[in-house]
C-alpha cells in the first residue's frame, strides 16, 4: 500500500517562498502519478500541479509554484514562489494510476474523483 508523507509547510508573509516535499513509498512507481493538491476552510480540495508523462499546473498557481521529482520519483517537490494569502491552505500529496483524470483536475483547479492515495497535509499559511 502507498504512503505519502508530506513536510515543509510553515507560515510566511506575501511574496515569500516555501518548498514543500512529499516522500512516497509502497507502490510501483512507473505505474502512477504524483500531484499536489490543497484544501482551504470552508472549500473543497483542489489541484495544484501534478507530475505524469509531462508537468501541469492550475493556472492559479502556474508561473509561482514548480513542481519536480527526484531522479528516483520517491520524493516529489513543489517549490512555491511569490505566495499569496489566497494559497493558504492545507496542502496534500497524492498518488494515482488514474493519470488522464489526475492531469484533468489539477488543470482545472478540481477535486479528483479516482482511486487514489493521499498523504496526511502539510499547512502553508500566508499573511498579508
Known amino acids: 500500500q502507498a504512503r505519502l508523507v508530506e513536510s515543509g509547510g510553515g507560515s510566511v508573509q506575501a511574496g515569500g517562498s516555501l518548498k514543500l516535499s512529499c516522500v512516497a513509498s509502497g507502490y510501483p512507481s512507473s505505474t502512477y502519478c504524483l500531484g499536489w493538491f490543497r484544501q482551504a476552510p470552508g472549500k473543497q480540495r483542489e489541484g495544484v500541479a501534478g507530475?505524469?508523462?509531462?508537468?501541469y499546473y492550475s493556472d492559479s498557481v502556474k508561473g509561482r509554484f514548480t513542481v519536480y521529482q527526484d531522479n528516483a520519483k520517491s520524493t516529489l517537490y513543489l517549490q512555491m514562489n511569490s505566495l499569496r494569502p489566497e494559497d493558504t491552505a492545507m496542502y496534500y500529496c497524492?498518488?494515482?494510476?488514474?493519470?488522464?483524470?489526475?492531469?484533468?483536475?489539477?488543470?482545472?483547479?478540481?477535486?479528483?474523483?479516482?482511486?487514489?492515495?493521499w498523504g496526511q497535509g502539510t499547512q502553508v499559511t500566508v499573511s498579508s
Open positions: 507530475v505524469g508523462s509531462s508537468i
Open positions: 497524492v498518488a494515482t494510476t488514474s493519470c488522464v483524470t489526475l492531469r484533468a483536475s489539477v488543470e482545472a483547479g478540481s477535486t479528483l474523483e479516482a482511486f487514489s492515495y
